[in-house]
């Protein structure tokens, strides 16, 4: 059974970081793409990034350009956001998303995680 788990979400003030984490298990990734889409309330849902997104490619959102950086580690299934100078804007849940072809902006992965709250107060 494929599972993708988000953790390293939380609370933290305008200006701080976080680092999130995405494991997978169920399959191998390496070949994957990965990547990240956050969704507040009352929004729609918004791509953050990803990695391998497609022939090796890294790809951000705008809003997060800069500030945000997605690595990975094949070897543990593994995929980190690293998210600094974080804003109260960036509040949202944070789904970690994978996808045997290719990730961008409009995709739909196929394969979910249940998402991660990232909370950054003012």
């Known amino acids: 059974q494929v599972q993708l788990v988000e953790s390293g979400g939380g609370l933290v003030q305008a200006g701080g970081s976080l680092r999130l984490s995405c494991a997978a298990s169920g399959r191998t990734f390496s070949s994957y793409a990965m990547g990240w889409f956050r969704q507040a309330p009352g929004k729609e849902r918004e791509f953050v990034g990803c990695?391998?997104?497609?022939?090796?490619?890294?790809l951000y959102g705008d809003s997060v350009k800069g500030r945000f950086t997605i690595s990975r580690d094949a070897a543990k299934n593994t995929e980190y956001p690293q998210m600094n100078s974080l804003k109260p804007e960036d509040t949202a849940v944070y789904h970690c998303?994978?996808?045997?072809?290719?990730?961008?902006?409009?995709?739909?992965?196929?394969?979910w995680g249940p998402g991660t709250q990232v909370t950054v107060s003012s």
């Open positions: 990695i391998s997104c497609s022939g090796g490619s890294t």
């Open positions: 998303a994978a996808d045997p072809k290719a990730i961008t902006p409009a995709t739909i992965p196929y394969y």
